[in-house]
């Protein structure tokens, strides 16, 4: 319709064409041989604005109901197409989701730690073997008092030898009874956590599928998790994409970086982006540097991810690219500063299968046994000897040898004390070992060796005292010389200004 228009007013030359947009008016000024002369400024606002508010006049046959509705569909149709994208491409499912996730992980973990301390009561040892909250529940609903943990059967739960660990701390537990009434609250609370965990997960599974399709090449080199975050904070991809590396690497940790400015204080170096696999693999001052490296490259990962036209020019067509090719920059890039961190740091890297580095499988389980029994604590009250000492149920060797009360120490230097005590143990190690004359020569070989070593570091140490004292009595005396000379000056000075009074 534009163009039909323009094409009938193209020879008009007295006339000006008002036009709403400025942007639309400098376009229609470039058309070659167009002697029109559109005008777009603050006037035709006006103009515009007239005509809206009078259109019912204007046009006679125009029904003011009408007019509304025409407004009404055609700021829908306006909307519309501004918001014509991918649903693939929408980045509030990912703000929402990482809001949640925070959430949920926060009352998930209140709610196991009450279900832990709640049940504790009836069965303390329990909390000791059984580290993962998911587990603890299930066991929880699974057993219901303590009393039924021998009959129950846990091996959908938990492996044979953690199952035999739950069911003998449950016959000696020193826990208190609780009624069915508490019982059942205590259950109640454990399907809460049981619930929410599920539902965790499964919000998780979502966050990465989203990311994967929003954000390939920023999920490639932070993670999801990472990616999503920085999402959030920015308000969306476009924001984030808006924005230099330098804000990316300090995202976050606003509150420090402006302190850090007003105080005159070093700026800081990391903000959200510290938690990506990369920068934890680094170490020290390597830190920094992997950081701005990674907020570089994932400036331009993001800007591939925002402005691209995937899932919109070529929806339902075959130029739609793999994952593969999305996520290839992402992928590049991260091959690159694990190149860089290789050679920073000097050794290779954990490989890890995702970027976030979280792992996939659940934590193993660790039974922790309670301490032995020790007879030498107790208080002897006759002459009993104490009990020995044994370790995995063999003696411990003796590591003190008994001195007779008769022999008397005499005092030494302590390089004297120290080849006394190295002898000793050197006569206890040869006692313990097989009497053969090869074990005794090469034991007083050794204390040769470490003799003369002794008697080098005592040499060094007095020959380093007198070179020390010798400059010190070089100085002393050059300061004394100078101290002469100036006094000599000074009576040479005083004769001649005495012998020049005189001749005058």
Do not use: C
Not at 26 to 38: E, H, M, R, W, Y
Not at 113 to 136: Q, S, T
Not at 465 to 476: G, H, L
Request: charged content about 30%; cysteine-free; proline content about 4%.
């Amino acid at each position: 319709m534009l163009s039909n228009l323009l094409s009938e007013l193209k020879d008009e030359s007295k006339s000006a064409l008002a036009v709403a947009d400025p942007k639309l008016g400098n376009a229609i000024t470039q058309i070659p041989g167009l002697s029109l002369k559109p005008v777009s400024d603050s006037s035709t606002a006006d103009v515009f604005r007239a005509i809206r508010e009078h259109m019912s006049s204007l046009i006679p046959d125009l029904i003011p109901a009408e007019a509304d509705s025409t407004r009404l569909g055609l700021s829908h149709s306006l909307s519309r197409h501004k918001l014509k994208f991918s649903p693939d491409k929408v980045d509030t499912m990912i703000i929402q989701s990482i809001a949640s996730l925070d959430v949920l992980d926060k009352q998930l973990n209140t709610y196991a730690m009450r279900v832990k301390e709640w049940y504790g009561w009836h069965f303390p040892e329990l909390a000791k073997i059984l580290n993962d909250n998911l587990v603890y529940a299930k066991v929880v609903l699974k057993m219901g008092f303590r009393s039924n943990g021998r009959d129950a059967d846990f091996s959908e739960i938990l492996p044979e030898e953690i199952e035999t660990a739950v069911k003998a701390a449950a016959e000696i537990s020193m826990g208190t009874d609780i009624t069915e009434e508490d019982l059942e609250t205590i259950s109640a609370l454990a399907e809460q956590v049981i619930d929410l965990t599920e539902h965790r997960q499964n919000l998780s599974h979502y966050l990465t599928t989203r990311m994967q399709a929003l954000a390939p090449n920023l999920t490639a080199l932070v993670g999801e998790l990472v990616g999503a975050r920085l999402i959030a904070h920015a308000g969306s991809l476009t924001n984030l994409a808006k924005a230099p590396g330098s804000t990316i690497q300090i995202l976050g940790a606003e509150k420090a970086l402006f302190r850090a400015l007003k105080t005159k204080h070093d700026t800081p170096k990391y903000g959200l982006i510290y938690h990506a696999s990369l920068i934890g693999q680094a170490t020290g001052k390597n830190k920094g540097k992997i950081a701005r490296m990674l907020a570089a490259k994932s400036a331009l990962g993001l800007r591939v991810d925002a402005l691209s036209t995937w899932g919109v020019s070529s929806e339902g067509s075959a130029s739609e690219p793999t994952e593969e090719e999305k996520s290839e920059l992402g992928r590049a890039a991260r091959a690159t500063i694990e190149r860089r961190l290789r050679t920073l740091e000097g050794k290779p890297l954990k490989s890890s299968g995702n970027a976030n580095d979280i792992p996939i499988t659940a934590p193993k389980f660790d039974v922790k046994e309670a301490r032995k029994y020790n007879p030498d604590a107790d208080g002897l009250t006759g002459d009993e000897p104490a009990a020995k000492a044994q370790v995995n149920g063999t003696p411990k060797k003796k590591l003190v040898q008994e001195v007779d009360e008769d022999v008397t120490m005499a005092d030494g230097d302590d390089s004297d004390s120290e080849s006394e005590s190295d002898e000793e143990v050197s006569k206890m190690d040869v006692s313990s070992t097989p009497n053969t004359k090869a074990a005794k020569k090469a034991e007083k070989e050794a204390k040769k060796a470490r003799k003369a070593e002794r008697a080098a570091k005592r040499e060094a140490k007095a020959a380093k005292k007198a070179a020390k004292e010798a400059k010190k009595a070089a100085d002393k005396s050059s300061k004394d010389d100078g101290k002469k000379r100036k006094r000599d000056d000074g009576e040479d000075k005083s004769e001649k200004k005495k012998k020049k009074k005189s001749k005058d």
